[in-house]
């Protein structure tokens, strides 16, 4: 059974750091490129980050590029996102997804999500 | 500011048929696949559609999707009361080198 549960949401000062992970079971995780996606409370879903299966392709959104680093362990099967510099705008709950196989860029797996507060 | 414009909201009687459009551009929708995802309350997102029109195992065919230039939609027919959640399209953006979802459409069966 495919698996995907994230960790390390808390509340933070504005200026703070957080790391989140995000453990996986149930499939070969090297295989599959993995992201992150945020929702702000009451708001709609925002792409956040994205990582090939190798770790060596990473792509992020305009809103995060310089202040979040996504990464992935293959050896824990746990996908990272540290997150620096945080703002109030970072305030949401972060699921992270995996891509399905195939040419079709969509996800076929996600988390349960783990929240985090910036004030 | 997403870049995939959705109606906020779409309401239908149970057994009716709904449809939900998704406006993008030509690095997005013109140039990749959409898919379709079901948000219940107070739950994770899922996919209900791929690929413009393909379901994941598991989902009822009651559920459709198409494409058509810089624009796609989302069908759902026999509405039942379970399908009253937030539904997002979403697709790769080239100019953006990012994924990028719609704004959101809530359902509400009447």
């Known amino acids: 059974e495919v698996q995907l549960v994230e960790s390390g949401g808390d509340l933070v000062q504005p200026g703070g750091s957080l790391r989140l992970s995000c453990a996986v079971s149930?499939?070969?995780?090297?295989?599959?490129?993995m992201s992150w996606v945020r929702q702000a409370p009451g708001k709609g879903l925002e792409w956040v980050s994205d990582i090939s299966g190798s770790g060596g392709s990473t792509n992020y959104a305009g809103s995060v590029k310089g202040r979040f680093t996504i990464s992935r362990d293959k050896s824990t099967n746990t996908l990272y996102l540290q997150m620096n510099s945080l703002g109030a705008d970072d305030t949401a709950g972060y699921y992270c997804?995996?891509?399905?196989?195939?040419?079709?860029?969509?996800?076929?797996?996600w988390g349960q999500g783990t929240l985090v507060t910036v004030s | 500011q997403s870049v995939l414009t959705q109606p906020p909201s779409a309401s239908g009687t149970p057994g009716q048929r709904v449809t939900i459009s998704c406006s993008g551009s030509?690095?997005?929708?013109?140039?990749?696949?959409v898919n379709w995802y079901q948000q219940l309350p107070g739950t994770a997102p899922k996919a209900i559609i791929y690929g413009n029109n393909q379901r994941p195992s598991g989902v009822p065919d009651r559920f459709s999707g198409s494409k058509s230039g810089t624009s796609a939609s989302l069908a759902i027919s026999g509405l039942q009361s379970e399908d009253e959640a937030d539904y997002y399209c979403a697709a790769w953006d080239d100019s953006l080198n990012g994924y990028v979802f719609g704004t959101g459409t809530r359902v509400t069966v009447l």
């Open positions: 030509s690095s997005n929708i013109g140039s990749h696949t």
């Open positions: 149930g499939f070969t995780f090297s295989s599959y490129v």
């Open positions: 997804a995996r891509r399905g196989l195939g040419q079709a860029y969509y996800f076929d797996y």
